[in-house]
């Protein structure tokens, strides 16, 4: 892949990335669905030695009578009832700002089958402007309507590692580095982040991001000794084997012009 320091890519590169970016998001994202059966591992907190009938009793499903489908309002007080629940604190702080509206859920209906994603929300306004993005997280109706008594702590799991996606925008320096989590929301944008960094510094941040995400949900999934789809590759958690690991689960996922980066930084050879 080659470098763009010094030159911005055109309109037509902007477009290309700012599709491949929207797909990513829900396609890397649909690994996360639940798993229903849970292990009996030792966990050191909040895990399964924690009998069922002492977790939260998720708020129910209201069914419109218009419709015949699930309020949207019963939907969106069923993800903050999960965090605000949520074993971390700082998980539970965020639910207090969703009262304030400066951290909002989206429902959605998720084509791929993804449950739930993090971004930064821009209005569109040009020229884009720092303080118009909204971090948001965005939660596919079917599953959060899904979601059972049994399914929490996987729920919770899944909103453990979009959170640790949040708190990498809150920490973010830079205007390039903040607007790369709304990188989806048109082609002003894209100019901003693509005149700051090249495609492989872009690349770059986008597998570090994912890298301390599943780290982190891993780390956590250990000490609550749940099952989980990511367990296999928490397997690798904290060993060399890990970048390598992490290519596989990904498998091909994210944005083809980042394949020859997330190769090169695992160490792997891309599939012919």
């Not at 008594?149 to 996606?165: F, S, V």
């Amino acid at each position: 892949m080659s470098r763009m320091r010094k030159s911005v890519p055109s309109r037509s590169d902007y477009a290309g990335w700012q599709m491949a970016l929207a797909i990513t998001i829900a396609s890397a994202l649909a690994v996360l669905m639940l798993v229903l059966s849970q292990g009996a591992k030792k966990s050191l907190g909040w895990g399964t030695q924690v009998p069922q009938s002492d977790l939260p009793q998720l708020p129910a499903v209201v069914i419109d009578p218009a419709t015949g489908g699930p309020t949207d309002l019963s939907l969106i007080l069923r993800a903050e009832f999960l965090f605000a629940n949520h074993p971390d604190p700082e998980i539970r702080a965020i639910a207090a700002l969703f009262k304030t509206m400066s951290v909002q859920i989206h429902l959605i209906d998720a084509s791929q089958g993804a449950a739930m994603y993090f971004l930064a929300f821009h209005d569109g306004g040009v020229p884009p402007d720092l303080r118009s993005l909204i971090p948001v997280f965005r939660v596919d109706r079917k599953w959060i309507a899904s979601v059972s008594l049994a399914q929490i702590r996987n729920a919770m799991l899944i909103i453990t590692h979009e959170c640790e996606h949040y708190k990498q925008w809150r920490r973010a320096t830079t205007t390039a580095e903040k607007f790369f989590f709304a990188m989806n929301s048109g082609q002003e944008v894209a100019r901003i982040v693509f005149e700051a960094m090249s495609v492989e510094q872009a690349c770059t941040m986008w597998w570090k991001n994912e890298s301390a995400a599943y780290l982190h949900q891993c780390h956590v999934l250990h000490e609550w000794g749940i099952t989980d789809v990511i367990e296999s590759l928490c397997e690798r958690a904290d060993t060399a084997l890990w970048n390598s690991a992490l290519f596989d689960h990904l498998n091909g996922r994210g944005p083809p012009p980042c394949q020859p980066t997330f190769a090169r930084l695992a160490d792997r050879e891309l599939p012919e």
